[in-house]
Nanobody, 125 residues
Framework: QVQLVESGGGLVQAGGSLRLSCAGSGLILRRYAMGWFRQAPGKEREFVAA????????YYADAVKGRFTISRDNAKNTVYLQMNSLKPEDTAVYYC??????????????????WGKGTLVTVSS
């Protein structure tokens, strides 16, 4: 059974940092492009960042470019999202996602094979 388990969410003040982790089990993570998505109350789930299976390519939404960094450790079957300079508008539930294949470019909600259950990030002003 495939599981993606996120951790690292919490409450942080604006300007602060958090590091999210996503641990995979039941799948060989290096065979999957991995991504992070987020969903704020009353809004649709949106793309945040993605990384290719090999880790050689990364992609970011314009809203987080320069502030967030996605990375992966395939030996640990884990993906990370380092979030710096957090803003109140970053408040959302953050979801880990896996899409079979190496290519992460153009990753969207429709191409995801597995989702985590999410972790809440709250940024206070």
């Amino acid at each position: 059974q495939v599981q993606l388990v996120e951790s690292g969410g919490g409450l942080v003040q604006a300007g602060g940092s958090l590091r999210l982790s996503c641990a995979g089990s039941g799948l060989i993570l290096r065979r999957y492009a991995m991504g992070w998505f987020r969903q704020a109350p009353g809004k649709e789930r949106e793309f945040v960042a993605a990384i290719s299976g090999s880790g050689g390519s990364t992609y970011y939404a314009d809203a987080v470019k320069g502030r967030f960094t996605i990375s992966r450790d395939n030996a640990k079957n884990t993906v990370y999202l380092q979030m710096n300079s957090l803003k109140p508008e970053d408040t959302a539930v953050y979801y880990c996602a896996a899409a079979l294949g190496d290519t992460a470019q153009g990753m969207d909600v429709y191409g995801v094979d597995y989702w985590g259950k999410g972790t809440l990030v709250t940024v206070s002003s």
